[in-house]
């Protein structure tokens, strides 16, 4: 148990269907992240959130959206997925100090079949 | 691009023997994280090096961040079959985001 919960953990979805990936931190932090992992592929941040406000994207394609409506909370919307889209997404979260050696805890992963 | 290559990406050794794990790139980091990542869950903080030329331990595993901050290895000694995973290390490049870079990844099989 990091303190960062991702729900669902496991999800099939058509190329049509519309969903979201949840996200919930119960560490206080400050900041939150998404990552893509692919196989055979080094992980990928995607997005940023630092005091709820987007600051990075990491040119993603718009059929994904993030929302972070609290400190709390991040969200991850899914609209017309690509097969290629299939990974696992991983949330993470830290509380950014300094400029150096902050840790991030990243939650379980939320597999994801685009089919 | 701030590229992180592992080597060597699979690693599958019995239980007791020795083992390095290499973290390299042309970059400069303000720190270098290793983590651990076993199937079906996320990856978990190992440790973080932060000057160049430190040397941390935790247990049976050995972290050197290099004297450049390029560069990092991780050696485990007298492995065991809990050690099994994916490796990964990640540099951080500072500044107000705490973005970090991962590396291309490591799998360790320790075989009983």
């Known amino acids: 148990e990091t303190g960062v919960t991702q729900t669902p953990r496991h999800l099939v979805m058509g190329m049509t269907n519309k969903k979201s990936l949840k996200c919930e931190q119960h560490l206080g932090h400050n900041a939150m992240y998404w990552y893509k992992q692919s196989a055979k592929k080094p992980l990928e941040l995607m997005f940023v959130?630092?005091?709820?406000?987007?600051?990075e994207n990491n040119s993603v394609p718009s059929r994904f959206s993030p929302e972070c409506p609290n400190s709390s909370h991040l969200f991850l919307h899914l609209h017309t997925l690509q097969p290629e889209d299939s990974a696992l997404y991983l949330c993470?979260?830290?509380?950014?100090?300094?400029?150096?050696?902050?840790?991030?805890?990243f939650g379980e992963g939320s597999w994801l079949t685009v089919v | 691009t701030q590229l992180l290559e592992q080597s060597p990406q699979f690693l599958s050794i019995q239980e007791g023997e020795n083992l390095t794990v290499y973290c390299n790139s042309s970059s400069v980091f303000s720190s270098l994280q290793w983590y651990r990542q076993e199937p079906g869950e996320g990856p978990v903080l190992l440790v973080t090096?932060?000057?160049?030329?430190e040397v941390k331990k935790l247990k049976r595993l050995t972290f050197q961040f290099g004297d450049a901050r390029k560069d990092s290895s991780l050696h485990i000694t007298a492995a065991q079959p809990g050690d099994t995973g994916l490796y990964l290390c990640?540099?951080?490049?500072?500044?107000?985001?705490?973005?970090?870079?991962f590396g291309t990844g490591t799998l360790l099989a320790v075989q009983p």
């Open positions: 090096v932060v000057t160049g030329g």
């Open positions: 990640a540099g951080e490049r500072g500044g107000a985001t705490n973005k970090l870079i």
């Open positions: 959130y630092s005091l709820e406000e987007r600051v």
């Open positions: 993470a979260s830290s509380h950014i100090r300094g400029s150096t050696g902050n840790t991030i805890y």
